[in-house]
């Protein structure tokens, strides 16, 4: 058996396996093994790694196909990066602008909530993972998700691992890790099936409204895709918090 010490900066010591939560790993392999399969071993996807540094020659920048050697020590680092790095030696693609997402069938809350911060969420909880793979490829879309399996397809290119469960924590991860806070646009699409929302006139939805909003409330939004109506009410202040922590 050959060995390689492997150092992970930054979340990936979360993204890691139980057993290797310091974000040190001596790890064992056999044979011709890339950096890509090894780091992936230990739980921690390719959409996870941004940099790895040889650190027997700090000048030394691996890609995903470099075979482990016996004695390598290897840092690697997630995105986004606050190293002096020339971008040419990152190994993620850059995310489509504006970036658009996908998100698994266990984050439909997450979806909502980005959706109501005006970013393109695409979702529905019957997908499987071949079809979600395939959005991300085709449409380019940044894919989310808690299934390391999924992430670890060679076919995505793009992609998240969500760590917490909790969904205001979740939107936390994907504002940090995207840097999102510039481009928020706060109830710009609809929560429910992600159309961007639309201005209305009061007049011609009034038939609509309860007596209490048509009375305390003006300023309302349309769906054009399935027709709800949206408002500043009581719910409004809860969310624009959340919005708030997220770009804190």
Known sequence: MKSAVFRFYG?????LRREHKNGLVEHRFS???SVKDRIESMGV?????DLIISAADRNEFLDFSYAVRAGDRLAVYPPPLNLDVNSQRLLQPVPPDPIRFVLDAHLGKLASYLRMMGFDAWYHND???PELA???????RVLLSRDRGLLQRKKVKLGHLIISDDPARQLQEVVARYRLQENINEFGRCPECNSLLKKVDKEQIIDRLKPLTKKYYDNFKLCPGCARIYWRGSHYNNIKKMIDRCCQ
Do not use: A, M, S
């Open 134 to 140: 395939r959005i991300q490829k085709e449409e380019e």
């Open 127 to 129: 997908y499987d993972d």
């Open 31 to 33: 044979g011709k093994q």
């Open 11 to 15: 979340y990936l010591k979360e993204i």
């Open 45 to 49: 996807p390719h959409t996870e790694v």
